[in-house]
T-cell receptor, first 116, second 112 residues
């Protein structure tokens, strides 16, 4: 299947700092990528849809200024958690789809963010 | 309002037997359904999918059944293996856009 690579796999940062997470589609071009967040023992919650060359579409309740998404190329989307706080500690996962005809989304490995 | 629900948070099955994971949805506009397997601290791995125009899709040990009238789908794993132990998420896609809505997940434990 298609490969989506996410980096870093884990990061620890201090409160008030910003953290950037990268999501790359390695063997295909992804015009659309998705960012999810997972709290312990809970489901994956969609945060935003990242569209190449345009602004991301955020889900209700997700702060645009806090979670900055940039999709500058067909193979790279980034999520920047700005002014991180301990409550931002979570597992963040990106995904991309090959095409609408092939509906399965391929996921990155996830990033465990811990804000101390 | 949860549009995709997995009502069983956990399931325990003996090795070699069948595992049946269930998923219910409320949005009749969903046109594509998927099952993912997830290990802790890893991204979900795609298992199998089914279009809303079908009622069954089979791939090796995995079969997904879709009952549109009941808005219900299920994943059958047979025979179950200890390596199948993981959290399984069902997901659904609307007929416009590509985002997926996930159920809460079911933790499957296959005992040797």
């Amino acid at each position: 299947g298609a490969v989506v690579s996410q980096h870093p796999s884990w990061v620890i940062c201090k409160s008030g700092t910003s953290v950037k997470i990268e999501c790359r589609s390695l063997d295909f071009q992804a015009t659309t990528m998705f960012w999810y967040r997972q709290f312990p023992k809970q489901s994956l919650m969609l945060m935003a849809t990242s569209n190449e060359g345009s602004k991301a579409t955020y889900e209700q309740g997700v702060e645009k200024d806090k979670f900055l998404i940039n999709h500058a190329s067909l193979t790279l989307s980034t999520l920047t958690v700005t002014s991180a706080h301990p409550e931002d500690s979570s597992f963040y996962i990106c995904s991309a789809i090959l095409s609408r005809d092939r509906g399965e989304a391929f996921f990155g490995q996830g990033t465990r963010l811990t804000v101390v | 309002d949860q549009q995709v629900k997995q009502n069983s948070p956990s399931l325990s099955v003996q090795e070699g037997r069948i595992s049946i994971l269930n998923c219910d949805y409320t949005n009749s506009m969903f046109d594509y359904f998927l099952w993912y397997k997830k290990y802790p601290a890893e991204g979900p791995t795609f298992l199998i999918s089914i279009s809303s125009i079908k009622d069954k899709n089979e791939d090796g040990r995995f079969t997904v059944f879709l009952n549109k009238s009941a808005k219900h789908l299920s994943l059958h794993i047979v025979p179950s293996q200890p390596g199948d132990s993981a959290v399984y998420f069902c997901a659904a896609r609307g007929n416009a856009g590509n985002m997926l809505t996930f159920g809460g997940g079911t933790r499957l434990m296959v005992k040797p």
